[in-house]
């Protein structure tokens, strides 16, 4: 019973750990579907740790309470910030032509540097450290289920998350179906795959970059909220992202391009990154254990490399810009 | 923007007066061009004459900067690829434009107005019932990746008709096909000019003009030319035409002299990455003085053959054996396993002309100078390189063969195909080989510079030098050929003497079939 408890334990925090992942990975495919690749995820979820935060803590002071306005306020606010962080992308990669590798870059270093500067501003302005109220604190704990969470097993493995749990989970599955089962795409893969084909096709190949880039910068940004108002509670601490945005760029690769298998890859890579609290192994330092999702990624990129298949390939065309009268 | 009326209802499409410049090249002067219902013409001209250029304007893909475009009478403006469809024009482009990971099916609908999710099965079925109405054989739910070219080819033209397109544009589809495929791809585009839709050939090659079509219009260097029946015209009068004087179609064979083994082969054996024979027990001989041609269908080992001579490729089994002179005394090296830099060393003075010239052959973002000097910087010890002689010898070139190019220090990918493959033979030729290898030399190249290799080869036949001349254009091995090898499937299927052997005995050759001894087979 008590390696069953201890199981259930790893993967509830896997889960929970795996979650932001997850909703950085499934951006972070839809962008690199439409053939921009965006290095910058972890400067976005920084931009959308800091605007959910300030978000819900203004919104506490305008209205005066607790609980479900903050809640909206600040997936509003940290969904519109990752939107505009992929516009910003998207202007100078697609617009201007300029390096997607240097512009990623570019990005992820403002906006972590964006997110810690404005972290620190409403620190003073809250007086020394920002908190939401308990009220908001509570919407971003894990919902309660009834009976439901106290079912031997089923209720502890299912049913003991925050919504966001369940929401991210959601999202993945409907990309999953839009990218395979509809129209637009099919029409979003064959710009990724190959923007000349797409262009000389009839699809407008610049609207479906910017529409995939902004969409999957404003998941970046939910994915940064994540990190302020679940893991941290609600607290602004200046690491909150920590290194998850660059894990979100190895996982696309770990899941091979499919939300879908992102979900389990998700979920794995979580529990890398906190298994050393829940199962030390005696005589391991913590910062080797820690490297396990790293390694992990090297190990992947290897094999994924030895075999291959062409569906589960990065789309060819990411990285380059597209000019249709390039010659 | 001068005359606002098309001259005659008949005409689907006709274009005036267009211009279209490239920064500062101006790549079409006053173009005029007219399509009829239900026929079938040729655009005709050479590399860079513009005919790419111009229909590519009038699919969408580039926007004229003068000119008016009138189709089914109307003027029209032609801003984007969806314009050109709601016009019923499509076109197949010479660079494939499909998706690899797409099927066929998916690859047909793509970019096309709809419900929200697709149905595969009618999807299917539709595309089904058009490739049986002109003849075509395609499974919508392969893969592009697994296609060949010719099927590759099929899927981007029922794309075309998929979309409705009564005026087809096919960008010199037969650069890619075995003679079998053209003639099966003439076929088709005769049962839809049946089925009143009018198709647009561009294409430099004379004999399947007059073969296909009804018309032709002649494009040189961006202006128009002239546009006359088919039937008038014959294969000298078009290339008159096209090239803007008269030039004579003879390839030289001079008769070989001097002739001395240099290159032997022996049971030669290598696998493909699959695991199975690409080149299956190869026997042959090379002699100075003379020219090898090797024919086959493409994808019958011919690639394999010149990497694994070349020191590119894997030697599962047999032997090369290259003559050398060592101490006075004549020997055989074998060579196989060494690397280029060891043939080098060895002393062997091989020379390489790769099919894929900006892959293998030239680095496309070098200058001239600095593409030369990847062969030459070894030759001189010391930590920096030597620039002066590597640009000297580019200088000589640009002069000798008549290259064009704004200077030595542009880089080549900026070139047009011809001058690029003046550089790379000039390059490999320069290094004085005893053994010439070139493989497609005159692939995309128009008739001036063909004869230019064709004469460059000739010249080092002449100096004693052993040429392999491998190549797709059976008229042109024939003519230029001292022996012909026939690949199939990774075997030798004939060494011939083109000058007493049929073109039809070669077709069988390369499809596998022995001929008759007597016929001439054998003539080694």
Not at chain 2, 152 to 158: D, G, M, N, P, S
């Amino acid at each position: 019973m008590k390696v069953l408890n201890v199981i259930i334990n790893l993967i509830n925090a896997a889960v929970l750990a795996g979650t932001p992942l997850l909703l950085a990975t499934s951006g972070e495919i839809l962008t690199e579907k439409s053939g921009n690749l965006n290095l910058g995820v972890e400067g976005q979820m920084y931009m959308g740790a800091i605007a959910g935060l300030a978000g819900a803590w203004f919104a506490e002071q305008w209205f005066g309470t607790g609980g479900m306005i903050p809640l909206i306020i600040a997936v509003i606010f940290s969904f519109i910030m990752g939107c505009i962080s992929g516009l910003i992308y998207s202007v100078l990669t697609v617009t201007l032509r300029a390096n997607q590798n240097v512009t990623g870059l570019t990005l992820a270093i403002f906006g972590t540097g964006f997110g810690k500067f404005f972290g620190e501003v409403l620190g003073h302005k809250a007086g020394g450290f920002v908190a939401v109220g308990q009220e908001t604190k509570a919407m971003f704990g894990n919902i309660n289920f009834g009976k439901l969470t106290e079912t031997p097993f089923i209720g502890t493995l299912f049913f003991r998350y925050n919504w966001l749990v369940y929401f991210a989970l959601i999202i993945a599955v409907i990309m999953g179906w839009y990218l395979n089962k509809t129209r637009s795409g099919l029409s979003l893969r064959a710009v990724g795959e190959s923007p000349g084909t797409a262009d000389s096709a009839g699809i407008n190949v610049t609207r479906y970059k910017y529409g995939a880039t902004i969409i999957g910068g404003g998941l970046c940004g939910l994915a940064g909220m994540y990190m302020s108002m679940v893991n941290q509670k609600g607290i602004w601490v200046t690491d909150c992202v920590s290194g998850y945005g660059w894990l979100a760029i190895a996982l696309v690769i770990f899941s091979t391009w499919s939300p879908l298998r992102a979900i389990y890859s998700s979920i794995i890579f979580g529990g890398l990154t906190v298994m050393y609290m829940r199962i030390p192994i005696p005589g391991l330092p913590t910062a080797i254990y820690m490297m396990f999702p790293y390694i992990a990624t090297i190990i992947v990129l290897i094999l994924t490399s030895i075999k291959q298949i062409k569906e589960h390939a990065q789309p060819a065309s990411t990285g380059l810009n597209y000019y249709r009268e390039e010659r | 923007m001068q005359d606002t009326k098309p001259t005659t209802v008949d005409n689907v499409v006709e274009m005036r007066h267009i211009c279209k410049s490239f920064g500062t090249v101006q790549a079409l002067s006053d173009v005029h061009f007219e399509l009829r219902r239900g026929e079938i013409l040729s655009l005709l001209g050479e590399n860079g004459s513009g005919k790419t250029t111009l229909m590519n304007i009038l699919s969408g893909i580039y926007f004229p900067d003068a000119g008016d475009i009138f189709v089914n009478g109307k003027a029209v403006t032609i801003r984007q690829p969806k314009d050109a469809f709601d016009l019923n024009i499509g076109m197949v482009h010479q660079h494939f434009k499909l998706v690899d990971v797409f099927s066929a099916a998916e690859n047909i609908v793509l970019g096309l107005p709809g419900g929200m999710t697709i149905n595969r099965r009618s999807l299917s079925k539709h595309v089904r019932e058009i490739a049986d109405q002109y003849g075509f054989e395609i499974d919508p739910e392969k893969k592009v990746y697994d296609m060949s070219v010719s099927e590759k080819q099929t899927v981007e033209i029922i794309k075309a008709l998929y979309r409705g397109a009564d005026i087809l544009i096919l960008d010199e589809p037969t650069a890619v096909l075995t003679p079998q495929e053209t003639d099966k791809l003439f076929d088709i585009m005769r049962a839809m000019k049946k089925d009143k839709k009018s198709i647009i050939l561009i294409t430099h090659k004379l004999n399947e003009v007059l073969a296909v079509s009804d018309r032709v219009t002649v494009l040189r260097k961006g202006e128009y030319i002239d546009t006359v029946q088919t039937k008038d015209a014959t294969v000298q009068s078009l290339t008159d035409m096209m090239v803007g004087r008269s030039v004579s179609l003879e390839i030289d064979r001079p008769a070989p002299t001097n002739v001395k083994p240099i290159l032997k082969v022996q049971s030669l054996t290598v696998l493909d990455q699959e695991g199975s024979k690409a080149l299956d027990d190869v026997n042959f001989e090379v002699n100075g003085g003379e020219i090898l041609g090797i024919a086959g269908i493409s994808g019958s080992g011919q690639r394999e053959l010149c990497e694994a001579i070349a020191g590119l490729y894997p030697v599962t089994g047999g032997s090369i054996l290259y003559r050398t002179v060592v101490d006075g005394h004549e020997v055989d090296e074998n060579v196989v396993g060494l690397n280029p830099n060891e043939l080098v060393k060895k002393g062997i003075a091989l020379a390489f002309v790769p099919e894929d010239r900006l892959g293998m052959g030239l680095v496309p973002s070098l200058d001239m100078v600095d593409n030369i000097m990847l062969k030459h910087y070894r030759k001189k010890k010391g930590f920096l390189v030597d620039r002066k002689s590597p640009r000297k010898i580019a200088e000589r070139l640009v002069e000798e063969l008549q290259i064009v190019t704004p200077d030595v220090f542009t880089p080549i990918r900026r070139l047009s195909g011809g001058n690029v493959q003046k550089i790379l033979v000039g390059r490999e030729i320069d290094t004085a080989p005893r053994l010439l290898m070139v493989a497609y030399p005159v692939r995309g190249l128009d008739i001036n510079s063909s004869y230019t290799i064709y004469n460059l080869l000739n010249e080092q036949k002449e100096k004693g030098v052993a040429v392999i001349f491998v190549g797709e254009d059976l008229d042109v091995l024939m003519e230029i050929s001292d022996r012909l090898l026939v690949l199939s499937g990774g075997r030798v299927t004939g060494i011939v003497d083109p000058r007493v052997t049929s073109k039809q005995d070669i077709g069988l050759l390369m499809l596998g079939q022995s001929i008759d001894k007597e016929k001439g087979a054998d003539a080694v």
